[in-house]
């Protein structure tokens, strides 16, 4: 079974730093294009950040120069290093995934989501 | 703001349709792929549609995806309770600095 876990969601101050983590089963994170999207309270969907196999990023402007997004291989993990966190940041993270197969691949469209990691950035 | 635009709300009797636009421009969704996604309440978001009509394995012929020039429909019949949901559609922009995804403004979908 293909599945996505998100962890390392929490409380921090405004300028502060957290690490999100995704762990990957079922399939190999570096084989596919993977994404971090996120949601504040009662809002839409908002990218965040994208990857591709060959390790090419993307970021959204609202994130750009303070987030990082990247892999782990050996531990089959995709990761977002979030520096300079402001209020406005404050939403439910997910990453998510392809469920790609040797006949079938969508181009940009995502099967595979995590459950979802809280990140609330206040004093 | 997004740069897809979708009508907040759209509403039918249960067994009917609906469809659900997402309007953008020649940059995102007149050149490249279409997926829409739903979401229910307190839950991550779900692939309906990709690559802008086909559908995943589990997912019924009752949603349907459609695009046409810079537009893209969702269409979905035989509405069930079950689908009362957020529905958003995405796709790769072009114009973005250096490009980036993109998911449309949302539409909530009620089952009257």
């Known amino acids: 079974e293909v599945r996505l876990e998100e962890s390392g969601g929490g409380l921090v101050q405004p300028g502060g730093s957290l690490r999100l983590s995704c762990a990957a089963s079922?399939?190999?994170?570096?084989?596919?294009?993977m994404i971090w999207v996120r949601q504040a309270p009662g809002r839409g969907l908002e990218w965040v950040s994208i990857?591709?196999?060959?390790?090419?990023?993307y970021y959204a402007d609202s994130v750009k120069g303070r987030f990082t997004i990247s892999r782990d291989n050996s531990r089959n993990t995709l990761s977002l290093q979030m520096n300079s966190l402001r209020a406005e940041d404050t939403a439910v993270y997910y990453c998510?995934?392809?469920?790609?197969?040797?006949?079938?691949?969508?181009?940009?469209?995502?099967?595979?989501w995590g459950q979802g990691t809280m990140v609330t950035v206040s004093s | 703001q997004s740069v897809l635009t979708q009508p907040p709300s759209v509403s039918a009797a249960a067994g009917l349709k609906v469809t659900i636009s997402c309007s953008g421009s020649?940059?995102?969704?007149?050149?490249?792929?279409v997926s829409w996604y739903q979401q229910l309440p307190g839950t991550a978001p779900k692939l309906l549609i990709y690559?802008?009509?086909k559908r995943p394995s589990g997912i019924p012929d009752r949603f349907s995806g459609s695009k046409s020039g810079t537009s893209a429909t969702l269409g979905i019949t035989g509405l069930q309770t079950g689908d009362e949901a957020d529905y958003y559609c995405?796709?790769?922009?072009?114009?973005?600095?250096?490009?980036?995804?993109?998911f449309g403004t949302g539409t909530k979908v009620t089952v009257l």
């Open positions: 998510a995934s392809p469920d790609c197969s040797p006949t079938r691949c969508p181009s940009l469209g995502f099967d595979i």
């Open positions: 079922g399939f190999i994170v570096s084989d596919n294009y």
């Open positions: 990857i591709y196999s060959g390790g090419r990023t």
């Open positions: 020649s940059s995102n969704i007149g050149g490249n792929y």
């Open positions: 690559d802008n009509n």
């Open positions: 995405g796709t790769w922009d072009n114009s973005l600095s250096g490009g980036g995804y993109v």
